[in-house]
């Protein structure tokens, strides 16, 4: 009995820390994906910084679930068939939602920087499908609806391993 009530409190105690608030998922039901780009593998790109490469990586989930995250070139590249991990289900930030509109792929996660009275906000971006096997994000949105250009291209590799899409957000569209 004392293990379930700590069991308990310690979900209660992670729900308040990373509280999402989810009134920034506004595409609420329309979520999912039909074919129209592959999501069989990871979408990545190379950035360079300070002499220093990483690798930004997303994977798209047929259930219409999100995860963006970035991991050194290093890493990424002695992988080469298998997927990068997914680290940190339980928490919140990199973790989001997406829909397909026409060629148009749009985003919305949690963003880690953008808090406000203990709830993370909720970002968006627009990606081009430019052939099932490239994106072209275009578009930031930042809550509130300040939108920022982008160019940034993202190519795609089939991985074996991909990881599912179990994460702390379910909580929040599966009520």
Not at 53 to 78: H, K, L, M, P, W
Not at 103 to 131: L, M, Y
Not at 145 to 157: E, S
Request: charged share 20%; hydrophobic share 35%.
């Amino acid at each position: 009995m004392i293990t379930i009530l700590l069991l308990l409190s310690t979900d209660k105690c992670q729900r308040d820390r990373f509280a999402v608030d989810p009134s920034g998922f506004t595409y609420q039901g329309l979520y999912g994906h039909n074919g129209e780009f592959r999501i069989d593998g990871v979408y990545y790109n190379y950035y360079y910084s300070g002499g220093h490469s990483t690798v930004t990586f997303e994977y798209f989930f047929q259930d219409g679930t999100y995860f963006r995250n970035t991991i050194d070139a290093n890493i990424f590249n002695s992988r080469l068939f298998n997927c990068p991990e997914i680290l940190g289900r339980d928490i919140p930030w990199g973790w989001g939602k997406y829909m397909v509109e026409g060629n148009v792929v749009k985003i919305q996660k949690v963003n880690p920087h953008a808090s406000w009275p203990g709830k993370f906000r909720v970002d968006e971006s627009w990606a081009t499908i430019i052939n099932d096997s490239t994106l072209h994000f275009f578009k930031y949105i930042a809550r509130g609806g300040k939108a920022q250009p982008m160019d940034v291209t993202y190519h795609f590799r089939q991985c074996i391993n991909k990881p599912d899409s179990t994460n702390v957000l379910m909580r929040y569209f599966n009520q």
